[in-house]
């Protein structure tokens, strides 16, 4: 039973350049949520994506960052133009459906670490 | 905005001795969750409190929910060079059919042996 799985685990790309970052959530989980985490901090939330939508994206900066959740395949955390700020490790977690349950918890993936040159 | 202020920040103690971490919020949360983070690692989950008051154990470790549910606390009995991390809770919010989830700022812990 394999868990959260992100690929690749390590990235780098110089300025200008594209990122992508993939995550294959849990069998079963549909609900995925992408966090960027700097050294020393905690995670800051990024965006929220169910199966072909977008549910929350009140994390994520209005420029160069995008996300899909496709109806098949990984969701893709794409990355354009980056900069030396967007080096961080990038995690991606996912839930199972919402089933009225009142407990829901997240399971993450051992996240991509992105350095930009 | 929501927040939850974890503390303290940074701990660094003895083997052998006990510690308590605090999340504290002035929101309400249908649940709480608690990770562990080994450098270069994800967060793993370690409990999940749901009913306010809770008190769930983990061999050493105790984690308890407030009875309000806006606040949790994790105790470390007896610690262990393996329990250094980054220790992290994040609460969750239900809101037009779907969760949020908010992350503490998170606590550092180093144990020496």
């Known amino acids: 039973n394999a868990g959260v799985m992100q690929n690749p685990r390590h990235l780098v790309r110089r300025r200008g350049q594209e990122a992508r970052l993939r995550c294959s959530p849990m069998k079963g989980h549909s609900h995925v949520y992408w966090y960027r985490q700097l050294p020393e901090e905690g995670l800051k939330f990024m965006v929220y994506l169910q199966k072909e939508n977008i549910i929350d994206e009140s994390g994520m900066p209005k420029e160069r960052f995008s996300a899909e959740f496709p109806k098949e395949g990984p969701s893709i955390l794409r990355i354009q133009q980056v900069v030396r700020g967007d080096s961080a490790a990038y995690f991606c977690?996912?839930?199972?459906?919402?089933?009225?349950?009142?407990?829901?918890?997240?399971?993450f993936g051992p996240g991509t670490r992105l350095t930009v040159l | 905005t929501q927040l939850l202020e974890q503390s303290p920040q940074f701990l660094s103690i003895q083997e052998g001795e006990n510690l308590t971490v605090y999340c504290n919020s002035s929101s309400v949360f249908s649940s709480l969750q608690w990770y562990r983070q080994e450098p270069g690692e994800g967060p793993v989950l370690l409990v999940t409190v749901v009913t306010g008051g809770e008190v769930k154990k983990l061999k050493r470790l105790t984690f308890q929910f407030g009875d309000a549910r806006k606040d949790s606390s994790l105790h470390i009995t007896a610690a262990q060079p393996g329990d250094t991390g980054l220790y992290l809770c994040a609460g969750a919010t239900f809101t037009s059919g779907t969760y949020k989830y908010i992350f503490g700022t998170g606590t550092r812990l180093k144990v020496l042996a």
């Open positions: 977690a996912s839930s199972p459906p919402t089933s009225g349950l009142i407990t829901d918890t997240q399971y």
